[in-house]
């Protein structure tokens, strides 16, 4: 009798779980329904990319053996992308340049990954399938912001999907922590990847943020009908106060001293070698280097002239950060092209170092022309 009890609990105890999970896929059905129902656009996630990237991955391995192309990967974040308005980025332009500049008969084919928020650990997570893809040579963009605090949370940790299983126990010697990426995340992420989870992960991201932005949009619609001190009015005001605090009156945006503190201090002050970020970088060149693909890190422009406005600009300690990245770039086999203080202020269109078009200075060509020259330069010594 007691066992036969103990089954017909068990069998109670199942019979809960199974409804509750009934009820909770139904739940997510309906809530599905009704975000489709009230027009609640499907938003941007950063899973997405994983798959703009295995297209790009898959067209770059597909070369057949007497193609006379030499093939770049060109790898940056949103300061070398295209512009909302159309108008062509550093990441296409380069390849213009490399048409133009490079001896007759060259034929040059620019594989673009650059992203928005792809700073030097997604390179990591990328680096694996890409020098399997077999590019003749990369490019690779290194951001000085990304050594600040203010930067740690713009990496993308779920891309650490992008990892071949085989080359696990080297990213678990890496200071991944850097970007709150933890050691069961690291498994969880992988391992959803390759069993096949991908689309429902994807899935369920994309349904997450939608949730997110239609509960933000109801808050905001409460808000504004209500007394309540904290409504939507006290909200943009708030905002406005801290946008004060930040920027300077525009446009074009520019950082405010305290803002600018946060995003380019940890440079300012002096990088050493065995930085998070540094040690990274080193292992994604060293991906590179035993596939003998030749990589050219170049050094994402900054407004260093603001930066002095500000009487922020120490050029010593700066210098002497940008000789770190040269160090460990030099050592990885890698070559370096410093641009960092290439461009006046008037080339950049916000304070996030984006690339300014047209009036008063069009940046793009100015950068594609002087990387597609380092670029022939390091070809022509090999």
């Known amino acids: 009798m007691v066992r036969d009890a103990k089954r017909r609990g068990a069998a109670r105890m199942l019979g809960f779980v199974v409804a509750c999970a009934c009820m909770l896929v139904l739940t997510s059905l309906a809530i599905v329904r009704g975000l489709d129902a009230a027009g609640v656009p499907e938003p941007y996630v950063n899973l997405a990319s994983m798959g703009v990237m295995h297209h790009v991955l898959d067209a770059l391995a597909q070369r057949s053996s007497d193609s006379p192309e030499t093939r770049v990967a060109f790898l940056s974040d949103s300061t070398s992308m295209n512009y909302p308005d159309g108008t062509l980025g550093l990441n296409y332009r380069f390849g213009t340049a490399l048409v133009g500049l490079a001896p007759a008969g060259s034929h040059f084919r620019v594989f673009t990954f650059a992203t928005p928020g792809y700073g030097q650990f997604t390179q990591y997570f990328l680096s694996h399938r890409l020098a399997g893809a077999g590019p003749d040579h990369v490019v690779l963009g290194f951001n000085l912001a990304s050594f600040s605090q203010q930067w740690r949370g713009i990496d993308r940790p779920e891309l650490a999907a992008l990892l071949p299983l085989r080359d696990l126990g080297e990213a678990l010697q890496l200071p991944l922590y850097w970007i709150g990426l933890s050691t069961d995340e690291l498994l969880l992420y992988?391992?959803?990847?390759?069993?096949?989870?991908?689309?429902?992960?994807?899935?369920?991201?994309?349904?997450?943020?939608?949730?997110?932005?239609?509960?933000?949009?109801?808050?905001?619609?409460?808000?504004?009908?209500?007394?309540?001190?904290n409504g939507l009015a006290y909200q943009m005001l708030h905002f406005f106060h801290r946008r004060h605090a930040q920027f300077l009156p525009g446009p074009p945006d520019r950082e405010t001293e305290m803002l600018a503190r946060r995003e380019h201090g940890a440079v300012l002050a002096g990088v050493g070698p065995e930085h998070a970020v540094l040690r990274i970088l080193r292992a994604t060149l060293e991906v590179f280097r035993e596939r003998q693909i030749?990589?050219?890190?170049?050094?994402?422009?900054?407004?260093?002239?603001?930066?002095?406005?500000?009487?922020?600009?120490?050029?010593?300690?700066?210098?002497?950060?940008?000789?770190?990245?040269?160090?460990?770039?030099?050592?990885?086999?890698?070559?370096?092209?410093?641009?960092?203080?290439?461009?006046?202020?008037?080339?950049?269109?916000?304070?996030?170092?984006?690339?300014?078009?047209?009036?008063?200075?069009?940046?793009?060509?100015?950068?594609?022309?002087?990387?597609?020259?380092?670029?022939?330069?390091?070809?022509?010594?090999?």
């Open 190 to 229: 992988t391992m959803v990847a390759h069993l096949g989870g991908f689309e429902t992960w994807l899935r369920l991201s994309q349904e997450q943020a939608r949730c997110v932005r239609a509960w933000g949009s109801a808050a905001a619609w409460l808000q504004a009908r209500s007394g309540a001190p």
């Open 294 to 382: 030749p990589v050219l890190v170049y050094i994402i422009p900054m407004n260093v002239e603001h930066l002095e406005q500000l009487g922020l600009l120490d050029r010593g300690a700066l210098r002497r950060g940008v000789e770190s990245v040269r160090r460990v770039a030099l050592a990885s086999g890698a070559s370096l092209v410093d641009l960092h203080d290439l461009l006046p202020d008037a080339a950049f269109s916000d304070a996030g170092g984006h690339l300014g078009v047209g009036a008063p200075l069009d940046a793009p060509p100015i950068v594609a022309e002087r990387l597609a020259r380092a670029l022939l330069t390091v070809r022509g010594a090999r």
